[in-house]
């Protein structure tokens, strides 16, 4: 047993009053969960405390909150684990919060809240989940008995499925706390099981509607938030960037909010100079992907539009003129490497992704350096997606 401080970010709007933490004593296992400590509180000694939770065993997804700074489910997350990374979160800011055995929980962010630890899911998380159509839109005509999935298949949707529908990723999305518009990563998550289904008809329909929305698959900054927030592995923004790579590569989807080209202006760039080569980035997203985009009436009118921001950061030393207009020299030997990258990913014949969420033990498929001298189990490596699909293929 210890000794922990727990600390909850009380907050009732109706009251007119501001948001305060709520300070309690108390002594439990260390293996008890976060959970456990907020309900004996509310049990024994303030039972107005709010805090929404079902299933206590990580299923339900009801009690997603933040810890010491960090989003997860408050029922599975043990107080040492909890307090052991109370310290160098962002939470921790003032010196009262970093002492000892102090836990710090307070409702999700980027959802607003109805009371104490209860935040709103409908009027953000749910309604995200419903914009990017979640269910099945089946191809016709239905087979007689049931849709045969390839197994292949199947596992490259697994990991999305495994979704609880908590909220963590969308409480630390950093677009979503500039852009509260943006569908998040949840709803791109889900987005993805439905465009990774070879039963569903409108795949193309899908990501033509999420790449064109302005708040869309292409706001996502690949911050990695998501998936560190994830208590399930879904790894939403690796989800993202599938649907991105499927529109964009396999349906050639140019959206109206150059998404896309925006990142074939990065890819071609490294290749041309090994590292990004920040001014012509917006020229080539705007006027075409090469050198001669800059002269593009769509790429003058936005390079117009951000000289005032370019003239301010080179005077503040922030833009080397000199790397603004000629690129950066990388040594020969260093741009060799690149090209060599380069020239093993473009001569692939076909996209194939790694699946990295199904590991384990493959009973059936004898691996041969184990076959020789042993019984065990052979460790199945993660499993490849399914190759890039097309139209063609998936119809
Ligand atoms: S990676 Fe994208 S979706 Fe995920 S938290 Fe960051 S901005 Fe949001
Ligand atoms: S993707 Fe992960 S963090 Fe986001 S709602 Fe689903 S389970 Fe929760
Ligand atoms: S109470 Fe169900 S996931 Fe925590």
Same mark, same amino acid.
């Given at each position: 047993m210890?000794?922990?401080?727990?600390?909850?970010?009380?907050?009732?709007?109706?009251? =007119?009053?501001?948001?305060?933490? @709520?300070e309690?004593?108390?002594?439990?296992?260390?293996?008890?969960?976060?959970?456990? %400590?907020?309900?004996?509180?509310?049990?024994?000694?303030?039972?107005?405390i709010?805090?929404?939770?079902?299933?206590?065993?990580?299923?339900?997804?009801?009690?997603?909150?933040?810890?010491?700074?960090?989003?997860?489910? %408050?029922?599975?997350?043990?107080?040492?684990?909890?307090?052991a990374?109370?310290?160098?979160?962002?939470?921790?800011?003032? @010196?009262?919060h970093?002492?000892?055995?102090?836990?710090?929980?307070?409702?999700m962010?980027?959802?607003? +809240?109805?009371?104490d630890?209860?935040?709103?899911?409908?009027?953000?998380?749910?309604k995200?989940?419903?914009?990017?159509t979640?269910?099945?839109?089946?191809?016709?005509? +239905?087979?007689?008995?049931?849709?045969?999935?390839?197994?292949?298949?199947?596992?490259? #949707?697994?990991q999305?499925?495994?979704?609880?529908?908590?909220?963590a990723?969308v409480?630390? $999305?950093?677009?979503?706390? +500039?852009?509260?518009?943006?569908?998040?990563?949840? /709803?791109?998550?889900?987005?993805?099981?439905? #465009?990774?289904?070879?039963? @569903?008809?409108?795949?193309?329909?899908?990501?033509?509607?999420? /790449?064109?929305?302005?708040?869309?698959m292409?706001? $996502?900054?690949? $911050?990695?938030n998501?998936? @560190?927030? $994830?208590?399930?592995? #879904?790894?939403?923004?690796?989800?993202?960037?599938r649907l991105?790579?499927?529109?964009?590569?396999?349906?050639?989807?140019?959206?109206r909010?150059?998404g896309?080209?925006?990142?074939?202006?990065?890819?071609t760039?490294?290749?041309?100079?090994?590292?990004?080569?920040?001014?012509?980035?917006?020229?080539?997203s705007?006027?075409?992907?090469?050198?001669? =985009?800059?002269?593009?009436?769509d790429?003058?009118?936005?390079?117009?539009?951000?000289?005032?921001t370019?003239?301010?950061?080179?005077?503040?030393?922030?833009?080397?003129p000199?790397?603004?207009?000629?690129?950066?020299?990388?040594?020969?030997?260093?741009?060799k490497?690149?090209e060599?990258?380069?020239?093993?990913?473009?001569?692939?014949?076909?996209?194939?992704?790694?699946?990295?969420?199904i590991?384990?033990?493959?009973?059936?498929?004898?691996?041969?350096?184990?076959?020789?001298?042993?019984d065990?189990?052979?460790?199945?490596?993660?499993?490849?997606?399914?190759?890039?699909?097309?139209?063609?293929?998936?119809?």
């Amino acid at each position: 047993m210890s000794e922990y401080t727990l600390r909850i970010r009380r907050f009732d709007p109706e009251s =007119g009053e501001a948001a305060y933490w @709520d300070e309690h004593t108390l002594e439990m296992g260390d293996k008890r969960s976060v959970l456990d %400590a907020i309900l004996q509180v509310k049990g024994e000694t303030d039972g107005s405390i709010g805090i929404r939770c079902s299933c206590q065993q990580g299923i339900c997804g009801s009690c997603g909150v933040r810890i010491n700074g960090k989003p997860g489910l %408050a029922c599975n997350t043990h107080l040492d684990t909890a307090a052991a990374r109370g310290a160098d979160t962002i939470s921790m800011s003032d @010196d009262e919060h970093s002492d000892g055995n102090v836990i710090s929980v307070e409702p999700m962010g980027n959802i607003p +809240v109805i009371r104490d630890l209860i935040v709103d899911m409908d009027a953000v998380h749910w309604k995200k989940i419903r914009r990017v159509t979640p269910w099945l839109i089946n191809k016709e005509p +239905v087979p007689e008995r049931e849709y045969i999935v390839p197994h292949d298949n199947m596992v490259d #949707v697994t990991q999305t499925m495994a979704c609880i529908q908590c909220g963590a990723c969308v409480s630390d $999305c950093l677009s979503m706390e +500039v852009d509260p518009g943006f569908i998040g990563p949840a /709803a791109l998550a889900k987005a993805y099981r439905f #465009v990774g289904d070879p039963r @569903d008809a409108e795949h193309q329909e899908r990501l033509k509607d999420l /790449a064109e929305d302005e708040h869309g698959m292409y706001d $996502c900054t690949h $911050c990695f938030n998501c998936i @560190d927030a $994830c208590p399930k592995d #879904v790894a939403p923004m690796n989800q993202i960037m599938r649907l991105r790579r499927i529109a964009g590569d396999d349906y050639e989807i140019n959206d109206r909010n150059n998404g896309n080209r925006h990142e074939e202006a990065f890819v071609t760039l490294i290749k041309d100079y090994g590292l990004l080569h920040e001014a012509e980035l917006l020229p080539r997203s705007y006027g075409g992907n090469s050198w001669f =985009g800059k002269f593009h009436p769509d790429a003058g009118k936005e390079l117009m539009s951000s000289l005032g921001t370019a003239i301010k950061a080179m005077m503040r030393g922030k833009i080397n003129p000199r790397i603004a207009l000629f690129g950066h020299k990388l040594p020969s030997e260093d741009m060799k490497a690149v090209e060599q990258i380069y020239n093993v990913v473009e001569g692939r014949e076909k996209r194939t992704e790694l699946n990295l969420y199904i590991t384990g033990w493959d009973d059936e498929e004898e691996h041969p350096e184990h076959a020789a001298h042993s019984d065990a189990p052979t460790p199945l490596v993660p499993q490849a997606a399914p190759e890039a699909t097309t139209e063609s293929e998936t119809s």
